[in-house]
């Protein structure tokens, strides 16, 4: 059993900044490809941003050049940093992770993690 618990999620105004942090349980957290998803009210959730393995990052258009994903396997976390914050960025975000995954590259697909956090607010105001 994988746990995960995010932090970091405020209000904040838009133009500004946030870093969430997910910190993960286990003692092979280095093989787990990880991932940030977010869900706005009446949204599906939807992946932000993932890192595999290998450090392959995926970053979906939406959020390109604003958000970057990184990882410390040292540490046991993975962090979202959000820059240029849009009121259309309020969600919740959501860490997951895929355990012992097939390939080194990022997973972008919500049904292929395995663990999922409980979820921190963003709101972003206009």
């Known amino acids: 059993q994988v746990q995960l618990v995010e932090s970091g999620g405020e209000l904040v105004q838009a133009g500004g900044s946030l870093r969430l942090s997910c910190a993960a349980s286990g003692r092979t957290f280095s093989s787990y490809a990880m991932g940030w998803f977010r869900q706005a009210p009446g949204k599906e959730r939807e992946v932000v941003t993932a890192?595999?393995?290998?450090?392959?990052?995926y970053v979906a258009n939406s959020v390109k050049g604003r958000f970057t994903i990184n990882r410390d396997n040292a540490k046991n976390m993975v962090y979202l940093q959000m820059n240029s914050l849009k009121p259309e960025d309020t969600a919740v975000y959501y860490c997951?992770?895929?355990?012992?995954?097939?390939?080194?590259?990022?997973?972008?697909?919500?049904?292929?993690?395995?663990?999922w956090g409980q979820g921190t607010q963003v709101t972003v105001s206009s």
């Open positions: 890192i595999g393995t290998n450090n392959s990052t």
């Open positions: 997951a992770a895929v355990v012992g995954p097939l390939r080194p590259r990022f997973y972008t697909h919500r049904n292929e993690y395995d663990y």
